[in-house]
Structures are given as C-alpha cells and as structure tokens.
T-cell receptor
Framework: EPEVTQTPSHQVTQMGQEVILRCVPI?????FYWYRQILGQKVEFLVS????????KSEIFDDQFSVERPDGSNFTLKIRSTKLEDSAMYFC?????????????FGPGTRLTVL | QKEVEQDPGPLSVPEGAIVSLNCTYS??????FMWYRQYSRKGPELLMY????GNKEDGRFTAQVDKSSKYISLFIRDSQPSDSATYLC????????????FGQGTTLQVKP
C-alpha cells in the first residue's frame, strides 16, 4: 500500500540553526500539507501546497518557514532560524484532489528538538 | 470559543465495552468530518469520513454527525486492547485548500 514517508525521524538542532524536513508524498497525489503537533497539544495546520504554490498557510507559518517541491517526488519544509518553541512533531500529508471527501494520508512524522 | 472541542480523557474501558467519543464545533462552515486514530509517536491514520448528518458504519466503528447541534461522535463496539490509541476528530470547510482543523484528541485505553 502506498504511504507517505518522512526523513529524518528525529532531528536535534541548536537554536538559530536552519533545518530541512523532508517528505515523499504518495506518488500520484497533487496536494501536500505540513502539520505540527507540540507535545500534549493538538495537531495544527501549517501550510497546504498545490501546483508549486502555497494554497493556504496558518498564522504559525511565518517568514521563518518555507516549503518547496524541489523535484517530482520530494516535498520539504525549511525552518530558517529555529526557536525553542519550534520543538514539535512535524507531519507531512498528501491527498489526490484536495477537495470534497478526499483523504489526507499522513506520514510518520519528524520529531524536531531545538536546544 | 475554540473551533473544535474534544475531551482529552484519558478514557479507560474494559475489553468488549462500547466506547463513545465526541467532538463539538462552533463553525457551521465545517462540512466534512473525520476521525483519525493516532498511536504513540506515529502519524494520524484515517478511520472514518462523513460529510452529511446521520450515521456511517464500518465494522465495529460508527460515525455520527449532527450538524444542527454541531456535534459529532465515534462509537466503537466490542472494543479491543488494540483499539488503545488517541482518537482525533478533524473537520474541513468547503474549500480548495484542504486545511484540516483537529480536536485535542481523546486517549483511549482498553484493558484486557
């Protein structure tokens, strides 16, 4: 069964450093998403991406965040200068149509720890 | 008022019990309703998806939506220890961005 994969599973970084989280969505999907989950809190939407453009972004997704689909298979989330409060699980998701009853399939997540 | 509210639990039941999980929401623009299951340190996995008021059944799981009351439920019959996980309700408006709004999640433990 196709699945979304994410690397690395755990990333430890120093405050102020740049990190890139990588995702490989399901191959025929066209819509891509990043969510995050701070420990003990709810899963929060960060950004949706379609046709090489951001469709929607949340208030959390400020100028420190960027997303890119550098090739036909990867989807990345970059945090330019990490803060302590960026420590969280980051989930990538993908879906085929992005509308109606389409299903978003989530990856296993990357645990980001900012020291 | 939060857009989506869900009692975080934890909820502990004996094996074989019927489990009822619930969410309320405040925004009538939500039209699509989902239940995801999340095991510890894993990604959410879709269990049920509904888009109209009423019931939808899939095996031991029944999802119920009452749009007039802005209330959704997930029932698990004959609960098993393998059902022990966190259950997240999620909602979506009619839009082309796919943004999901999640509840806090309810942690369920089914004891053998």
């Amino acid at each position: 069964e196709p699945e979304v994969t994410q690397t690395p599973s755990h990333q430890v970084t120093q405050m102020g450093q740049e990190v890139i989280l990588r995702c490989v969505p399901i191959s025929n999907h066209l819509y891509f998403y990043w969510y995050r989950q701070i420990l003990g809190q709810k899963v929060e939407f960060l950004v949706s991406f379609y046709n090489n453009e951001i469709s929607e972004k949340s208030e959390i997704f400020d100028d420190q965040f960027s997303v890119e689909r550098p090739d036909g298979s990867n989807f990345t989330l970059k945090i330019r200068s990490t803060k302590l409060e960026d420590s969280a699980m980051y989930f990538c998701a993908s879906s085929d149509t992005g509308v109606g009853t389409d299903t978003q399939y989530f990856g296993p997540g990357t645990r980001l720890t900012v020291l | 008022q939060k857009e989506v509210e869900q009692d975080p639990g934890p909820l502990s039941v004996p094996e074989g019990a019927i489990v009822s999980l619930n969410c309320t929401y405040s925004n009538s623009a939500f039209q699509y309703f989902m239940w995801y299951r999340q095991y510890s340190r894993k990604g959410p996995e879709l269990l049920m998806y509904t888009y109209s008021s009423g019931n939808k059944e899939d095996g031991r799981f029944t999802a119920q939506v009452d749009k007039s009351s802005k209330y959704i439920s997930l029932f698990i019959r004959d609960s098993q220890p393998s059902d022990s996980a966190t259950y997240l309700c999620a909602m979506k408006k009619v839009s082309n961005t796919g943004k999901l709004i999640f509840g806090q999640g309810t942690t369920l433990q089914v004891k053998p």
